[in-house]
C-alpha cells in the first residue's frame, strides 16, 4: 500500500475520473472538495445562532465570538466555513430564516456562482512620458512602436498606453500635452492596422484621447478614475469599447496621503456595484474591475486584495491586476523598481490563484513564460 498527499489545488474533478468514478460521483465528490472560507461581518446575533445550527446540521461550521449563545451584544461578525456542497445546502436553508438571513443567502449563491474561468491574458505596457515610475515602461515615438512590435513577439495580448504618470504625487498634464505625447503613436497604430494583431487598450480620462485612440483602432478604455466622466462612459458605450474601471481613493496627487478604509473588501465592492451600473446605464457591455493595487493603499490593503481577490468574482466580471515593479514590493524587500520583476511576478501568480484574468506588465515575455508554467501545473 502506498498513501500520497496531494495537492489541495490539483483539478480534482479530473483526477476523479481518472480514478474511474462515475459521473455523479464525480460532481459529487469534487462539490466536497472546494471549501469555501467566509467572512461575515455585522451579523445579527440572532441570526448568528440560527446560521451556526443550520451550518452544523449541513456539515458546515460558523465561528463565532463567546458570548454569541446568550447575545452579549447585538451584532457579531463569524466566519462560515463549508464545503461547496455544504454551502449549496445552506444558502438554500437561510431563504426561510429570520434577521437578515435571506439576504446573507442570496449573497452566497452569489458566492458559488463565481466567474466562469476567463482566457488569461498578458496586457504590456507602454508610457509616453517622461515620469513614469518605472524608466523601462517610458518610450516616445518611433522607439514605442519597436516596444510595441516586440511586445506582440513576446505574446502580448493587450497594450496599454498612456500619455500621463498616475505614480504617487506625480505631475498633472493638460490634455493637449497628453494628447501631443501620444498621437504619433495612435497615427502608426491604425497606418500599420497594429490592432489586428494584438487588442489597445488606452490608459487614459481625458475623452478627447480616448475618442482619438477608439479612431485608431483601440478596443479598451483603462480609466484609473473608474468612468467617473460621464463622457467617457458615452464613448465606451457609442465604440462598443472594453472599460477598465479601476478603484482608486483620491487622485495620484494625494491618494498616498494616510488612505483608510473601514472595510477596504467592502468599500471596494461597493464602489465597483455602483460603477457598474453607471456604466450598464450608458450602455456599456464589456467591463473589467480593477482594484486599483497602490492607488490610495496602504502596503497591508494591496496584500489584502491581491489574497482576497476571489471575493470580487461575486461581480460576475473580469478581474485585472497590476502590481508590476511596485513600491509595495520595496516595503516587503527592499529594492529599486528594475529590481522587482521576481516579486512581481511572485503578485501576479498569486492574484491568477485567485481568480485575475488579467495581469498588467512591465515584462511581457517573463510573465508569458510564467503563465505558461502556471496553466500546465493547473492543467494536472
Wanted: glycine residues 6%; charged residues 25%; neutral net charge.
Amino acid at each position: 500500500m502506498q498513501v500520497q498527499k496531494l495537492s489541495s489545488s490539483l483539478d480534482i474533478k479530473n483526477h476523479l475520473k481518472k480514478l474511474g468514478v462515475d459521473g455523479g460521483g464525480v460532481k459529487i465528490l469534487s462539490d466536497k472538495a472546494k471549501q469555501y472560507i467566509i467572512y461575515i461581518k455585522d451579523l445579527h446575533v440572532g441570526a448568528a445562532n440560527i446560521l451556526k445550527q443550520d451550518a452544523l446540521s449541513v456539515g458546515a461550521d460558523l465561528a463565532v465570538p463567546k458570548g454569541t449563545v446568550i447575545a452579549a451584544t447585538l451584532q457579531v461578525d463569524a466566519i462560515l466555513i463549508a464545503t461547496q456542497r455544504e454551502l449549496a445546502l445552506l444558502s438554500k436553508k437561510e431563504l426561510a430564516q429570520p434577521f437578515g438571513l435571506k439576504i446573507l443567502a442570496k449573497e452566497l449563491q452569489k458566492i458559488l456562482q463565481g466567474k466562469p474561468v476567463q482566457k488569461r491574458k498578458i496586457m504590456g505596457v507602454i508610457n509616453a512620458n517622461d515620469d513614469s515610475f518605472f524608466q523601462g515602461s517610458r518610450f516616445q515615438d518611433a522607439d514605442a512602436i519597436a516596444k510595441i512590435e516586440k511586445m506582440i513577439e513576446e505574446g502580448a495580448d493587450i497594450i496599454d498606453i498612456g500619455g500621463v504618470s498616475s505614480r504617487p504625487n506625480a505631475q498633472e498634464v493638460s490634455v493637449a500635452e497628453e494628447l501631443a505625447r501620444v498621437e504619433k503613436i495612435y497615427a502608426v497604430i491604425a497606418q500599420e492596422k497594429l490592432y489586428e494583431k494584438v487588442a489597445f487598450s488606452c490608459d487614459s480620462y481625458a475623452p478627447s484621447v480616448i475618442q482619438k485612440a477608439l479612431d485608431s483602432g483601440f478596443s479598451i478604455v483603462n480609466d484609473i478614475t473608474g468612468l467617473s466622466d460621464d463622457a467617457v462612459c458615452k464613448l465606451c458605450a457609442s465604440y462598443n469599447a472594453q472599460a477598465v474601471i479601476m478603484h482608486m481613493q483620491g487622485s495620484p496627487q494625494t491618494m498616498q496621503n494616510n488612505p483608510h478604509y473601514e472595510n477596504i473588501l467592502g468599500d471596494i465592492s461597493t464602489f465597483f456595484q455602483e460603477r457598474i451600473q453607471k456604466a450598464e446605464s450608458f450602455g456599456i457591455k464589456d467591463i473589467v474591475l480593477d482594484v486599483g493595487i497602490g492607488f490610495g493603499k496602504t502596503l497591508e490593503d494591496n496584500l489584502q486584495l491581491i489574497k482576497h481577490l476571489e471575493h470580487f468574482l461575486t461581480l460576475q466580471k473580469p478581474l485585472l491586476i497590476g502590481a508590476s515593479r511596485k513600491s509595495m514590493i520595496d516595503k516587503i524587500f527592499p529594492s529599486k523598481s528594475e529590481e522587482r520583476l521576481a516579486g512581481t511576478l511572485a503578485l501576479h501568480l498569486e492574484a491568477l490563484r485567485n481568480g485575475a484574468s488579467i495581469l498588467r506588465v512591465h515584462d511581457v515575455y517573463e510573465h508569458k513564460q510564467a503563465l505558461s508554467m502556471y496553466e500546465a501545473l493547473a492543467a494536472i
